[in-house]
Structures are given as structure tokens and as C-alpha cells.
T-cell receptor, first 109, second 112 residues
Framework: GQNIDQPTEMTATEGAIVQINCTYQ??????LFWYQQHAGEAPTFLSY????GLEEKGRFSSFLSRSKGYSYLLLKELQMKDSASYLC??????????FGRGTSLIVHP | DSGVTQTPKHLITATGQRVTLRCSPR?????VYWYQQSLDQGLQFLIQ???????AKGNILERFSAQQFPDLHSELNLSSLELGDSALYFC???????????FGPGTRLLVL
């Protein structure tokens, strides 16, 4: 079976750093996606981790620990436009990602 | 802009009716996926097509069906609509069946 768990909501201050955690239980795990979704808009791809470790991409970094079934998305130098929902999705044996319900991030001045 | 297009953007209809949602994948992508997103359920995978053939099925109701045409565009047909079918319907595409999916802008369906 598949199970994805991430916090429902987080708040942070502009300019700060925030870490959004995700735990997963996925049979035949292949990799872990992070998507950003603004309200009413399409999810947009942020990162895909296959191997353990941290991958950095500008202000956003994503970490994966396969043995712990754990990932996090790190957002640095937060901007108001980063207010959005962040979806964690684990890809299993079928290669169809199972999405979590998303973490709603609110960035305030 | 992901390169995936969906029409229509909005659709309002009545219970019991049937609608068709259309999706054109990114140029070169062979796989098309359909998802339903409602407030209480998150993003739910419905069905995947690869190069015209059904590849994987998720939580798709029997009232729903889809197909992928030779030009690789796809249609999702929703029939005998119920109030609970009101949701955002997203199409996504990928090169094959294992790569990153890129999402279209979605169709917002409201069933009254």
C-alpha cells in the first residue's frame, strides 16, 4: 500500500528558512517528488530525489532518506510568493506517484 | 507554462449530465495521466495512458472513462454526474511512464 504523511499547514516569516517534512510508506519505492501548487493552479515540479542525500536547486533543496522513508523540502530566503501548497509524492512499483494532501505554507511579512 | 493544455477551463453542469474534458500533452510526451483534486481528498490519480494504450488505473469510478487518440491527446468522459464530482481535474504528461509529470492548468468542474 501507499501512505504519505505531511503537515497540513505551516507559517513562516519573509526572509526566513522553513523545512517541510514528509514521511512515506510505499511498496517498490522508486523516488520522491516535490511539487508546488498555488491555489486554483496546476502543481509545478520542484524536485525529484532517487538517491539518499540533499539536492540543492537555488533557494529550494530537497532531502531523501530511503531507509527512514523520510524526505524534506527546505525553502530559504522565503518570499511572499512562496505562499502555496507543497505536495510530497512517492513513486512506487507502478511509477504512478501517490500524492500527499499537501502542506499549506503561509509566508507573512 | 508546462506545455500541457486542457480545455475547458471551467465547466458548470447539472447532476445526471455527461461532460468531456480534453487534454493535449507536451510535445514529445507519450504518457498522459488524469487526476481529480477536491478539497477533502487531495490529488487522486485516476488513469494513465501510454501511446494510446491504458497503462494504469487508479481510483476511477465506473461512470468515468478515458481514451488517448493517435495524435496523443486524451479525453476524460464523466457521466451521470453527481454533486460530489465537483472538483479540479488535472491532466499531466511525461515522456514515457517513469519520468517527471508536468501538469496542465486543470478544468474546474461544478455540478449543480
Amino acid at each position: 500500500g501507499q501512505n504519505i504523511d505531511q503537515p497540513t499547514e505551516m507559517t513562516a516569516t519573509e526572509g526566513a528558512i522553513v523545512q517541510i517534512n514528509c514521511t512515506y510508506q510505499t511498496s517498490g519505492f522508486n523516488g520522491l517528488f516535490w511539487y508546488q501548487q498555488h491555489a486554483g493552479e496546476a502543481p509545478t515540479f520542484l524536485s525529484y530525489n532517487v538517491l539518499d542525500g540533499l539536492e540543492e536547486k537555488g533557494r529550494f533543496s530537497s532531502f531523501l532518506s530511503r531507509s527512514k522513508g523520510y524526505s524534506y523540502l527546505l525553502l530559504k530566503e522565503l518570499q511572499m510568493k512562496d505562499s502555496a501548497s507543497y505536495l510530497c509524492a512517492a513513486s512506487g512499483g507502478s511509477y504512478i506517484p501517490t500524492f500527499g494532501r499537501g502542506t499549506s505554507l503561509i509566508v507573512h511579512p | 507554462d508546462s506545455g500541457v493544455t486542457q480545455t475547458p477551463k471551467h465547466l458548470i453542469t447539472a447532476t445526471g449530465q455527461r461532460v468531456t474534458l480534453r487534454c493535449s500533452p507536451r510535445s514529445g510526451d507519450l504518457s498522459v495521466y488524469w487526476y481529480q483534486q477536491s478539497l477533502d481528498q487531495g490529488l487522486q490519480f485516476l488513469i494513465q495512458y501510454y501511446n494510446g494504450e491504458e497503462r494504469a488505473k487508479g481510483n476511477i469510478l465506473e461512470r468515468f472513462s478515458a481514451q488517448q487518440f493517435p495524435d496523443l491527446h486524451s479525453e476524460l468522459n464523466l457521466s451521470s454526474l453527481e454533486l460530489g464530482d465537483s472538483a479540479l481535474y488535472f491532466c499531466a504528461s511525461s515522456l514515457g511512464g517513469q519520468e517527471t509529470q508536468y501538469f496542465g492548468p486543470g478544468t474546474r468542474l461544478l455540478v449543480l
